[in-house]
């Protein structure tokens, strides 16, 4: 593979060909990679991630969905100001529980690198979905299922595409915990609901393997409980 010019100068030609990686090696690489430099994205590199987002599922084909792309540093320093109020609550919460528990608390300490460092983020890419749901009205389980369904599975695109092509990013949603400021900062209408964030940027560290749980210990057939692939050694083998 030839040499990639230096992050700040890299265009969406140096990179676009590592959209053609096999699947399963994004899938199997791509994760919350939190620690990413501050150098610039090249606006088309963040443009074709979300184009690649755009071919997901939504409820009814609605297509119901926005994408903000911060990149103003006032915009960012808001949206890291609600980050920094969540996880002062939520990462102190998490410390206590991880105490003895030193991967947990590795993974603790690349969020507050992300908490700290938020505004130097290069692109925050904040997903939204429009309409479909009356505010303060609850849903029923699927309904609220059917509704942020409609942009998961976008951002999970998006995130696949940016690591084929060497960003690394992460959905996060602790930045959003006050809809109403997040409005506020991006001038989003009441019928837009900010749904997630994904930080992007060049990384600073490595991407996967992931550890995730043996797929026999989550499948079950027929009937909950039912679990015959438990244990399966073919199963569990690859994480
Ligand atoms: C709905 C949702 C919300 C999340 N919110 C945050 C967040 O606010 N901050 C953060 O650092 N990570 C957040 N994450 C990322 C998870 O912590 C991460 O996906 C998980 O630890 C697995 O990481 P890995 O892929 O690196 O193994 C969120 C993930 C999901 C699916």
Redesign the pocket.
């Known amino acids: 593979m030839s040499e990639l010019p230096p992050p700040a100068e890299r265009t969406l030609a140096d990179v676009e060909d590592g959209l053609h990686m096999p699947l399963e090696d994004a899938i199997l690489t791509?994760?919350?990679v939190?620690r990413l430099l501050p150098d610039p994205v090249d606006d088309a590199i963040v443009l074709r991630c979300i184009e690649l987002a755009l071919k997901a599922p939504t409820g009814s084909n609605g297509q119901n969905w926005e994408f903000v792309v911060v990149k103003d540093g006032e915009a960012k320093a808001g949206l890291a100001r609600r980050y920094r109020e969540a996880w002062r609550i939520y990462g102190g919460l998490g410390r206590w529980a991880t105490r003895q528990d030193p991967p947990a608390r590795r993974?603790l300490d690349?969020?507050q690198w992300?908490v700290d460092h938020l505004e130097e983020i290069p692109v925050l890419v904040v997903a939204c979905l429009r309409g479909g749901r009356l505010p303060f009205v609850p849903l029923p389980p699927v309904g609220e299922s059917s509704y942020y369904g409609s942009i998961y599975p976008s951002v999970q695109n998006l995130l696949l595409a940016a690591r084929a092509m060497g960003l690394g990013a992460?959905?996060?949603?602790?930045?959003l915990w006050s809809t109403t400021a997040v409005r506020r900062q991006l001038g989003l209408p009441l019928t837009v609901t900010p749904c997630?964030v994904v930080p992007l940027g060049w990384p600073r560290g490595r991407y996967?393997p992931?550890?995730r749980k043996p797929v026999g210990q989550v499948v079950h057939l027929d009937r909950y409980g039912n679990r015959p692939w438990l244990g399966d050694a073919t199963a569990s083998a690859r994480d």
């Open positions: 791509q994760r919350a939190r993974m690349a969020v992300q992460a959905l996060i949603t602790l930045p997630a996967g992931t550890t």
